[in-house]
């Protein structure tokens, strides 16, 4: 059983940062994919970023490409979202999810963390 708890979220001004964290528990997460999605109201949820394992390689939608930076310590077993230059549409709330190699879905998600930017 893996457990994922996302962190960071928050009230902050357009033009503003955060820093969201998630650690996860219950096993090593070295060898999963991790990523970031989020759930504007009345909107589905998107995927934002992702990360794989091994050697450094990233995905980022197109909306926050120069903006975000998602990396991952696998020592810490935490995957972290660095939120820079944010926009009243990127309020929502944010969920941290892991996948296997090789998955076609998410397998583990956390419980989501919000994040409202005002203008």
């Known amino acids: 059983q893996v457990n994922l708890v996302e962190s960071g979220g928050g009230l902050v001004q357009a033009g503003g940062s955060l820093r969201l964290s998630c650690a996860a528990s219950g096993r090593a997460m070295a060898n999963y994919v991790l990523g970031w999605h989020r759930q504007a109201p009345e909107k589905e949820r998107e995927i934002v970023a992702a990360i794989y394992a091994g050697p450094t390689s990233s995905y980022y939608a197109d909306s926050v490409k120069g903006r975000f930076t998602i990396s991952r310590d696998n020592a810490r077993n935490t995957v972290y979202l660095q939120m820079n230059s944010l926009n009243p549409e990127d309020t929502g709330v944010y969920y941290c999810?892991?996948?296997?190699?090789?998955?076609?879905?998410?397998?583990?998600w956390g419980q989501g963390t919000q994040v409202t930017v005002s203008s």
């Open positions: 999810a892991a996948k296997c190699r090789g998955s076609n879905s998410w397998n583990y």
